[in-house]
């Protein structure tokens, strides 16, 4: 298997997604059920996939509806385990699994775990909807959620003034919201939002994504972060520049997954792909039916971004699924 393929940087892959990000790309494939597939399937893992999972769960029994799909998502740290257990064959993860995760897979079957790209997320900053600000460079993010500031502010920033806003704003306090440390998202924004530093104790950790966006919303003076298909007409997605003084991007399909929008990421489904052996027809046309157009569509009705021809056949080769 072609992990370094598999684990590919959505920046890295700009110049071969759709042009518009919002579209399907019409290159892949509509799904057609085929006979004989049947039985149990579970997923264990990140909150962020919950829905989309069960938009997929819910697309692919229109086709087989004597399936039976159980979904869970505490996190993507509960994904691993279960994996390595047996208990569920989809180990949905908002971030890639981490070098000890994957080494007691290994430990276990004598290969990697395998990752399938579904989806492309952007993580949006979130505020109340009436908080005027604009813009927030990576840096400022960094001063606001961590302990750190291993972006190298100064000092943290505590209140609106700090980032520009004035009058009545000017001395309100940041009130923070993010994710608990079971989370994919907890540690995909510590790594590339707090440049691998430490979050701030002030941080009110949630155990959900749509948990983190009741915060903001029902708090003012809250900013925090989650996957943009989380989104209510309450909070609004700030626009973030890579670099202090640069241009601010919108968490936009476009912006995703041209590189643009600099907290973007692939979601993850991973699985125990025996390289030795064939994958069971039950597993091996929910993976076709995720890469298809009708999968893709689900990813839309999710709030994410879909991914491309380029990228499905990378990952179906890499599954043995295609010649």
């Known amino acids: 298997m072609n992990r370094p393929a598999a684990l590919m940087s959505v ?4 110049l071969t997604t759709a042009a518009h990000a919002q579209t399907i790309d019409p290159n892949l494939p509509v799904y057609e059920p085929v006979q004989g597939v049947s039985g149990n399937l579970v997923s264990i893992g990140s909150d962020t996939l919950n829905n989309q999972m069960t938009l997929w ?15 869970q998502g505490a996190g993507s740290g509960t994904a691993p385990p279960a994996l390595v257990e047996g208990t569920a064959q989809f180990g949905p993860m908002s971030r890639p699994m981490r070098g000890s995760e994957i080494e007691e897979f290994e430990a276990n079957f004598g290969y990697e775990p395998t990752p399938m790209r579904g989806a492309i997320d952007a993580l949006g900053v979130f505020v109340h909807r009436d908080n005027p600000i604009e ?10 959620f961590s302990s750190t500031r291993a972006g190298g502010a100064d000092a943290a920033l505590t209140t609106w003034g700090q ?11 940041i009130a923070m919201y993010g994710r608990n440390s079971a989370s994919g998202t907890y540690g995909y924004f510590r790594e590339v939002a707090l440049f691998g530093g430490d979050y701030s104790p002030e941080v009110r950790e949630q155990p959900g994504s749509s948990t983190v966006i009741q915060g903001v919303a029902s708090d003012v003076n809250g900013i925090g972060y989650s996957g943009v298909g989380y989104a209510t007409a309450d909070v609004r997605a700030v626009a973030i520049s890579a670099e202090p003084g640069g241009e601010c991007f919108d968490p936009s399909g476009d912006n ?14 991973y699985m125990n792909v025996d390289p030795n052996a064939d994958m069971e027809p039950l597993r091996a046309e929910f993976v076709r039916y995720v890469y298809s157009q009708q999968g893709q569509q689900d990813v839309l009705r999710a709030g994410f971004f879909p991914i491309n021809q380029r990228v499905a056949e990378m990952d179906l080769r890499t599954f043995g699924l295609m010649d």
């Open 256 to 269: 995703a997954a041209g590189g643009l929008y600099p907290i973007a990421r692939f979601l993850y489904i």
């Open 135 to 144: 813009c927030l460079s990576l840096q400022q993010v960094d001063a606001i």
């Open 57 to 71: 769960s819910e697309g692919f029994r229109t086709f087989y509806p004597n399936v039976a799909i159980q979904i």
């Open 163 to 173: 980032v520009g806003l004035t009058g009545e704003w000017a001395n309100r306090p």
């Open 11 to 14: 920046a890295a892959l700009a």
